[in-house]
């Protein structure tokens, strides 16, 4: 069987552990564009000298054409400037729309049957934009923000409770901004509500609510954290693992259930914008949206955080894009 090919769009802090960790799976042969002359080719070039080390066989290509991701069976974007320090993701509408939108066009010129996840920021207008101007259809254009949103309000939950993270399901939902949705309820551990282990806990409701209410917050302000933190750009190792977990639903045709930025056409009362909402990541791309019940609480955030989203494309129509 063919190997897999991989093509990803920027090649800077998240492009480059993208590609190292296809090589060290041996998920795919991988492509690495990135319109900075020979930063590609370096990365790759360092990346594929490992390979005696780590043991893969697969080839890494840097490049600075579009042509050069021909044949690719899906597409990871994450081309585009990442947030500093006090910036919020929607700080980088404008930058980051110029781009995607060149992107895209691209993409649709040498690589028109692959599946794309972006990963770029803001996520859900880039990825909006990424299917407008390709016309992909909307199972293959999709946007990684809830596996990662959802590792790290799991991460969270595990380090409280004592329990390993594996253990541990979690969900956000909604944007990928400070009006993400993570899901109190559903949360569990192996089947346990989360909550009724903080009250057992604590002995105490009112403090176990407290607690998640800490946990919650830091979930949405999670990725503001790592950039304070870090100062020179933002989360770059959990953003990668968590788009890898896409490609390999997708090209292993796991049927994974996972929290994607898809296209909602009518599912959860919302239609025509992309929100992070739970899906069937298989053969086919997305090939199922799951809607769940929501309780009202849950649905006035989930409502929120939509909106936010609206006005977020809304914005980005003003601007032209
Ligand atoms: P960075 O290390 O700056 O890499 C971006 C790369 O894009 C650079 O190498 C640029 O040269 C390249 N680039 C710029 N313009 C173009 C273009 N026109 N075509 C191709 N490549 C181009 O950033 P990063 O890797 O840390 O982050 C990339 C993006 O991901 C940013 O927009 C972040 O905000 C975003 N991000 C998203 C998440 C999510 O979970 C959604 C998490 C963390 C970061």
Request: proline share 3%; glycine share 10%; aromatic share 6%.
């Amino acid at each position: 069987m063919a190997r897999k090919r991989i093509a990803l769009i920027g090649g800077g802090q998240i492009g480059g552990v993208l590609a190292q960790l296809i090589a060290q799976k041996e998920l795919a042969d991988v492509v690495l564009f990135d319109i900075v002359e020979d930063f590609p080719q370096g990365k790759t070039l360092d990346i594929a000298e490992a390979s005696r080390v780590d043991g893969f066989d697969v080839e890494l290509r840097g490049t600075n054409e579009y042509k050069d991701i021909a044949g690719s069976d899906l597409v990871i974007v994450t081309a585009g400037l990442p947030r500093k320090p006090g910036m919020s993701r929607d700080d980088l509408l404008m930058t980051n729309a110029k781009i995607m939108k060149q992107v895209a066009e691209g993409v649709k010129e040498f690589a028109p049957n692959a599946f794309v996840i972006i990963i770029s920021n803001p996520l859900d207008a880039m990825v909006t934009l990424f299917q407008k101007v390709s016309g992909f259809d909307s199972n293959k254009v999709m946007g990684q923000a809830g596996v990662l949103d959802s590792s790290r309000f799991s991460t969270f939950i595990a380090w409280e409770l004592g329990v390993s993270v594996k253990d541990v399901n979690a969900m956000v939902l909604g944007g990928h901004g400070d009006t993400m949705v993570p899901l109190i309820r559903y949360a569990n551990v192996n089947g346990m509500p989360v909550m009724e282990m903080l009250e057992r806990k604590y002995n105490d409701a009112a403090k176990a609510k407290e607690v998640m209410d800490a946990m919650v917050q830091r979930t949405k302000m999670a990725g503001g954290e790592v950039v304070k933190l870090l100062k020179t750009g933002s989360a770059f190792y959990s953003p990668a693992s968590s788009a890898i977990a896409m490609a390999e639903a997708i090209l292993k045709d796991e049927k994974r259930v996972l929290p994607t930025c898809a296209q909602l056409n009518g599912e959860f009362n919302v239609d025509g914008y992309y929100v992070g909402v739970p899906t069937v990541l298989g053969e086919n791309g997305i090939e199922k949206i799951i809607e769940i019940s929501l309780n009202e609480e849950e649905q006035a955030a989930f409502d929120n955080s939509v909106n936010a989203v609206k006005s977020l494309v809304e914005d980005m129509g003003r601007l032209g894009f």
